[in-house]
């Protein structure tokens, strides 16, 4: 099983990016998929999820007009646009994929907002 995440880097504030979280080694289309992000010195917070059929999008009050979450079941792939970004943005972003007591993680991507 692998999550791979790859977009992420320094951007100015106002600015976008999109990551992206390839995965392989499970089936894909039944699993729930998540973005978490993580702070220094800040617990892990969930951004936003989507249901394995990519019909249902939920999204954390602080990122909510701003990020948006989708999924692309031919690439395995599921994404995060990221607009308007501010520099509280700035954390280790997580991909996560969830299906019953099946919980996988990704070695997380770099997201780093300044000027």
């Known amino acids: 099983v692998q999550l791979v995440e790859s977009g992420g880097g320094l951007v100015q504030p106002g600015g976008s990016l999109r990551l992206s979280c390839a995965a392989s080694?499970?089936?894909?289309?039944?699993?729930?998929m998540r973005w978490y992000r993580q702070a220094p010195g800040k617990e892990r917070e969930l951004v936003a999820d989507t249901n394995s059929a990519g019909s249902s999008t939920n999204y954390a009050d602080s990122v909510k007009g701003r990020f948006t979450i989708s999924r692309d079941s031919a690439k395995n792939t599921v994404y995060l646009q990221m607009n308007s970004l501010k520099p509280e943005d700035t954390a280790v972003y997580y991909c996560?994929?969830?299906?019953?007591?099946?919980?996988?993680w990704g070695q997380g991507t770099q997201v780093t907002v300044s000027s």
């Open positions: 080694g499970f089936t894909f289309s039944s699993f729930a």
């Open positions: 996560n994929a969830r299906f019953l007591y099946f919980n996988y």
